[in-house]
């Protein structure tokens, strides 16, 4: 709804208590199209969980299995201890990086159906 009906509404409803007349009833909205109905079988992604989806690698949708499996894969390549020829710096990152995998992980076991 327009801002210029709102505001004559919002008027007219003024007035009218003023004047001790009854404000005519609101008009019904006016949709402009279909109103989009999200399917009840796919419900709206969290962008936490998308994201989650984007550091295993894995396409937004992907089963529990599929997500296991990348998080086990990503964890034996980036986690320090597999890595000790190292140096220091890129012993944190790849720290890191295993911190940002586990989370990943986490809030996919949360969100991802239990099989």
Do not use: F
């Amino acid at each position: 709804m327009g801002i210029w009906r709102r505001l004559s509404r919002l008027v007219r409803a003024e007035v009218s208590h003023h004047s001790g007349r009854k404000a005519p009833a609101p008009e019904p909205a006016a949709s402009s199209g279909p109103s989009p109905d999200p399917s009840p079988e796919r419900p709206q992604t969290p962008p936490q969980v998308a994201r989650a989806y984007g550091v295993l690698g894995v396409k937004v949708g992907g089963d529990r299995e599929t997500c296991r499996e990348a998080w086990i894969e990503l964890m034996k390549r980036h986690h320090p201890d597999h890595n000790q020829d190292l140096d220091a710096e890129s012993r944190h990152r790849a720290q890191e990086r295993t911190l940002e995998i586990q989370s990943a992980w986490e809030t996919l076991d949360e969100w991802l159906p239990a099989q």
